[in-house]
T-cell receptor, first 112, second 112 residues
Framework: KAGVTQTPRYLIKTRGQQVTLSCSPI?????VSWYQQTPGQGLQFLFEYFSETQRNKGNFPGRFSGRQFSNSRSEMNVSTLELGDSALYLC???????????FGAGTRLSVL | GESVGLHLPTLSVQEGDNSIINCAYSNSASDYFIWYKQESGKGPQFIIDIRSNMDKRQGQRVTVLLNKTVKHLSLQIAATQPGDSAVYFCAENKGNTDKLIFGTGTRLQVFP
């Protein structure tokens, strides 16, 4: 069974641009969550989607948004990028009926 | 506020010894706790979990202990191997959602 797949693995953007990250969950998993990982703040929860509905949201500005499609694939978007948005963005999926979340390798975003 | 923290940023152990990684949490409403291992360039990998109605759970070479009285969680790794070298995170969850609150992480270094 394939794991959680995140694309792209690396991204370089400049301030003010926007970016879209993609996540394909494990087959059969309906819940997808996103996390931001930085050396200073650690792993922080961004949002969670289940069956195309946002079920939970972390304390991030409105520039951070996401969505989930009918096939459970998810995307997150960051608009008007800031230098502080440089981070590893991790996606995790779970069946939705249990709590074990399986993580992808992440997308490393660098904002110049 | 909510927080899950780790006491030690780095733990160095000799190959073959047992390792103990500690974690303190502050939210007594959390009912599910997880340990993840993160190797360089990879996403967090699930190790073991424990529900709040349990005190101890064992896996292969790993044991998680939960002390709800002092809000303390620990991960014990038996016969530590070089492949165990990684950053270890504890995380808490309140159930009926996939939102995880992560600790700051402990780096485990195994030397021969």
């Amino acid at each position: 069974k394939a794991g959680v797949t995140q694309t792209p693995r690396y991204l370089i953007k400049t301030r003010g641009q926007q970016v879209t990250l993609s996540c394909s969950p494990i087959s059969g998993h309906r819940s997808v969550s996103w996390y931001q990982q930085t050396p200073g703040q650690g792993l922080q929860f961004l949002f969670e989607y289940f069956s195309e509905t946002q079920r939970n949201k972390g304390n991030f500005p409105g520039r951070f948004s996401g969505r989930q499609f009918s096939n459970s694939r998810s995307e997150m978007n960051v608009s008007t990028l800031e230098l502080g948005d440089s981070a590893l963005y991790l996606c995790a999926s779970s069946p939705g009926s249990e709590n074990i979340q399986y993580f992808g390798a992440g997308t490393r975003l660098s904002v110049l | 506020g909510e927080s899950v923290g780790l006491h030690l940023p780095t733990l160095s152990v000799q190959e073959g010894d047992n390792s103990i990684i500690n974690c303190a949490y502050s939210n007594s409403a959390s009912d599910y706790f997880i340990w993840y291992k993160q190797e360089s360039g990879k996403g967090p990998q699930f190790i073991i979990d424990i529900r709040s109605n349990m005190d101890k759970r064992q896996g292969q070479r790993v044991t998680v202990l939960l002390n709800k009285t002092v809000k303390h969680l620990s991960l014990q790794i038996a016969a530590t191997q070089p492949g165990d070298s990684a950053v270890y995170f504890c995380a808490e969850n309140k159930g009926n959602t996939d939102k995880l609150i992560f600790g700051t992480g402990t780096r485990l270094q195994v030397f021969p």
